[in-house]
């Protein structure tokens, strides 16, 4: 693909499907275990008849997160990043923040693929398929975030 002057490679960016391993993750949480799993999406895998292959692509981390938080029955989706919320009008002086929409509006807005986009489409996806909420938000914020004090909440609630 054509970048400036230069070409990068690129590959597909499936939706993830499925994580394997999830009996061991939800046993480690059930034990009281800080489980980290899915970190930069995973390793993107196929099935060829019967025997799993690595195939060429890029798993999104964002819609990775979404899909263990569902698989574990997550009471609540964060995703932590480095911006307080979700803003419509990103980088303009017409930029304003986000604080609660329904999934149905946030699609509306088209965010970004390359930045903001997968982290909307995943709290998107958690809320509209679990009935929780989702929120965005900064790292930094968390605390906050968890308190419902900050960040952008994603719910189906009216």
Do not use: N
């Not at 960016?13 to 275990?33: Q, Y």
């Not at 929780?132 to 900064?138: Q, T």
């Amino acid at each position: 693909k054509a970048d400036g002057e230069y070409f990068r490679r690129v590959v597909p960016s499936p939706k993830p499907k499925r994580i394997f391993e999830m009996r061991p993750i939800k046993w480690m949480i059930e034990k009281g275990a800080v489980v980290i799993a899915a970190g930069g999406g995973g390793i993107p895998t196929m099935y060829q008849g019967d025997k799993l292959v690595g195939v060429e692509a890029v798993i999104d981390k964002d819609l990775t997160s979404a899909l263990l938080a569902r698989e574990v029955d997550a009471d609540y989706f964060v995703i932590a990043t480095d911006v307080s919320t979700v803003f419509v009008g990103w980088g303009t002086p017409e930029a304003k923040a986000i604080k609660h929409a329904h999934p149905d509006e946030m699609e509306k807005l088209g965010f970004a693929a390359g930045s903001m986009g997968p982290k909307v489409e995943a709290a998107c996806e958690f809320a509209r398929l679990t009935g929780k909420k989702a929120v965005i938000g900064a790292l930094q914020d968390i605390e906050k975030i968890v308190k419902g004090e900050a960040g952008t909440v994603i719910s189906t609630e009216k």
